[in-house]
T-cell receptor
Framework: QQQVKQSPQSLIVQKGGIPIINCAYE??????FPWYQQFPGKGPALLIA?????SEKKEGRFTISFNKSAKQFSLHIMDSQPGDSATYFC???????????FGGGTRLMVKP | NAGVMQNPRHLVRRRGQEARLRCSPM?????VYWYRQLPEEGLKFMVY????????ESGMPKERFSAEFPKEGPSILRIQQVVRGDSAAYFC????????????FGPGTRLTVT
């Protein structure tokens, strides 16, 4: 019940395309859903996060869509650039101060 | 540098040796989390500490692993008698003293056991 399932495992898009990464969860106690971006050899960097009281959140080129009834959330990257090539992780947490449960990651490649 | 600091960045140990990984949280942060990332996998929670207290160690292996966050100094993750399966990247994250969802990660320590 603590799992967060992420798909796809890898994704290749052309520059300017809109990659979409999906996550699904079972634990209805989850209350916070962040996305992290990780470059090789680096630590995960917090990209954007959403709480269940809204269905969408946008920050720059990154948008989270959240479907509470389906227990799913997704990351959209508008006008993707080669510099966005990285591994993206979704995560979830039931309350502030609690551990994050991570998805398995999506390796994104944006071709020039 | 106001970010989370971890050292060493790379650590090589022979089987049976001890590994000590250090984490200094962001300035003003008093909550520290340790996560482990195996190759090509997501991060797995290990332990959550506040100053001088272990809050949640449900992800820690029962043997050989321990963690502390003393009143002064960095948090330490200690692995005794390392085995090849301990080879992984170990990440530390910190969050502010008030209840906060956001966790900020350090660059990690990559442990290789030979």
């Amino acid at each position: 019940q603590q799992q967060v399932k992420q798909s796809p495992q890898s994704l290749i898009v052309q520059k300017g395309g809109i990659p979409i990464i999906n996550c699904a969860y079972e634990n209805t106690a989850f209350d916070y859903f962040p996305w992290y971006q990780q470059f090789p050899g680096k630590g995960p960097a917090l990209l954007i996060a959403i709480r269940p009281d809204v269905s969408e959140k946008k920050e720059g080129r990154f948008t989270i869509s959240f479907n509470k009834s389906a227990k799913q959330f997704s990351l959209h990257i508008m006008d993707s650039q080669p510099g966005d090539s990285a591994t993206y992780f979704c995560a979830a947490s039931p309350w502030a101060g609690n551990m994050l449960t991570f998805g398995g990651g999506t390796r994104l490649m944006v071709k020039p | 540098n106001a970010g989370v600091m971890q050292n060493p960045r790379h650590l090589v140990r022979r089987r049976g040796q001890e590994a000590r990984l250090r984490c200094s949280p962001m300035k003003g942060h008093s909550h520290v989390y340790w996560y482990r990332q195996l190759p090509e996998e997501g991060l797995k929670f290990m332990v959550y500490l506040q100053k001088e207290n272990i809050i949640d160690e449900s992800g820690m292996p029962k043997e050989r692993f321990s963690a502390e966050f003393p009143k002064e100094g960095p948090s330490i993750l200690r692995i005794q008698q390392v085995v090849r399966g301990d080879s992984a990247a170990y990440f530390c994250a910190s969050s502010p003293p008030s209840e906060s969802y956001e966790q900020y990660f350090g660059p990690g320590t990559r442990l290789t056991v030979t």
